[in-house]
């Protein structure tokens, strides 16, 4: 479509008739030499001078008609249009499409976020000005390139080449090294692709904003709070008996408030870390430590079982694997009533290792699952109270397992119990030779 709402060319030549589309270099030749042989034919029949007159007269109009077209042929389309309705239908269809698609383009071109188009080679086809900021691509020189190739940036690259399920976010712009963006790949048509980018370098700010309140609040806290604590340890009831209940409450919610503020410390600190230790975890002593814990907490209210337990290792964190199995241990007796069972497990699967607490406690809806590792999530807030919860525990569990590439997997069905399991890959694991072979080369 030309800048003046023209129809181009082509689509003009495409709705003409089969004699309107034959290649004009090759349409006069051709014609000629049908009047010659109209002309050898009549020549054959009639005398030779009026054979001469009907080539030079056929030639005569095959010259005019061609001249004719080629220089009127807007006036040739518009008598055809006013001759033809459905041509003029088509026309006006043809401009509303190519219009549309101007504005598209432009829309997409002058876009916020990045959008690269990919055909099915994953070769650049287009790409909007966004891109070139936030991807460092470069015109003309990227298109038609495969974008591995122009992606400068090596976390973009690995999550392209395993298949960009998921989508990446707070990576750092390869076009601009201070500025985060998140990236989705999008297929469309016949696998074709769109590579979507935006700028989340804000809410990156704010994220950072609201962990550094967070840990400066809970740090504050912590010294009155110990002051507080101090003192209404100091004060025996037996000396004021009127208010006995009232300390041990003060003790109570002193002793909690402390427990949220260690929790959200702990919290603060596994979410700036990117990594963890890669220690030895024997978990022969830890499990042996997890049960006591459980039992001191359930004070001989549950049967308590240490089951299936293999000579397996973690390479991790040691302090924070002992809080997170912790957590899941102090949850199942805290959540099971009196008589129930707490079955801890630590076993081999196919693809690695899982360990697992099993309790035939109260039970969750299925409803509440995907939410239960959010801070402060709980199904009762009463009962979460009342056995000493922070609402944090679950949250802690959640990102230590990330540290450690592991997952939780919740099952649990309302009025028969829950199990929460942590499960490690193989790489995670520490059998008895590579632990050998750890101590001997660590
Ligand atoms: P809380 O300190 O409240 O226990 P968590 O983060 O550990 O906080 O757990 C979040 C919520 O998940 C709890 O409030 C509780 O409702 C539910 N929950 C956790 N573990 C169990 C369990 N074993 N059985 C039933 N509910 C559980």
Redesign the pocket.
């Not at 919860?389 to 949250?395: A, R």
């Given at each position: 479509m030309s800048r003046h709402g023209k129809v181009p060319w082509p689509i003009r030549l495409s709705v003409m008739p089969m004699s309107y589309r034959f290649d004009s270099s090759l349409r006069l030749p051709a014609l000629l030499m049908a009047a010659l042989a109209v002309g050898g034919v009549a020549g054959a029949f009639v005398d030779a001078p009026l054979a001469g007159v009907t080539v030079v007269a056929l030639a005569e109009i095959v010259v005019l008609l061609s001249r004719i077209r080629h220089r009127n042929r807007p006036m040739m389309a518009t008598a055809r249009a006013e001759a033809d309705p459905q041509y003029d239908r088509l026309m006006t269809r043809t401009r509303r499409i190519a219009s549309q698609l101007r504005d598209l383009r432009s829309a997409a071109g002058t876009l916020p976020d990045a959008v690269v188009l990919l055909d099915q080679a994953r070769h650049v086809r287009w790409f909007n000005h966004a891109a070139e900021e936030l991807l460092g691509l470069r015109r003309p020189t990227d298109r038609s390139r495969d974008l591995l190739d122009v992606l400068r940036n090596s976390e973009l690259a690995d999550w392209l080449t395993e298949g960009a399920r998921e989508p990446l976010n707070d990576v750092t712009a390869p076009g601009r090294p201070n500025r985060h963006i998140s990236v989705t790949l999008l297929p469309f048509g016949s696998r074709q692709r769109l590579l979507l980018a935006r700028d989340t370098s804000h809410l990156t700010r704010l994220e950072q904003i609201r962990r550094d309140f967070v840990a400066n609040v809970s740090h504050e806290l912590r010294t009155p709070l110990t002051v507080i604590h101090g003192y209404l340890e100091l004060l025996d009831p037996e000396d004021i008996p009127e208010l006995a209940s009232v300390i041990d409450e003060m003790r109570i919610q002193s002793k909690r408030m402390g427990q949220i503020v260690e929790d959200l410390l702990t919290l603060s600190r596994l979410e700036t870390q990117d990594h963890v230790a890669e220690e030895q975890v024997q978990m022969t002593p830890l499990l042996a430590t997890l049960r006591k814990e459980a039992e001191a907490l359930s004070q001989g209210r549950h049967k308590i079982a240490l089951e299936g337990s293999i000579a397996t290792d973690i390479l991790g964190s040691p302090k924070d694997l002992h809080s997170a199995f912790s957590?899941?241990v102090s949850?199942?007796v805290?959540?099971?009533p009196t008589g129930g069972r707490i079955d801890i497990r630590w076993e081999r699967t196919a693809h690695g290792a899982t360990f697992s607490?099993k309790?035939s406690?109260?039970?969750?809806p299925a409803s509440?699952i995907a939410r239960?590792?959010e801070r402060f999530?709980?199904?009762?807030?009463s009962?979460?109270r009342d056995?000493g919860?922070?609402?944090?525990?679950?949250?802690i569990?959640k990102h230590v397992l990330n540290l450690h590439q592991a997952r939780l997997e919740i099952d649990?069905e309302p009025g028969q119990?829950?199990t929460?399991a942590c499960v490690f890959g193989t790489e995670r694991l520490l059998d008895p030779e590579r632990a050998h072979d750890l101590h001997l080369h660590g």
């Open positions: 957590n899941l949850n199942a805290r959540y099971t607490v309790d406690g109260f039970g969750i509440h239960l590792t999530y709980r199904v009762s807030s009962r979460s056995s919860g922070t609402g944090l525990g679950l949250s569990v649990s119990g829950s929460f």
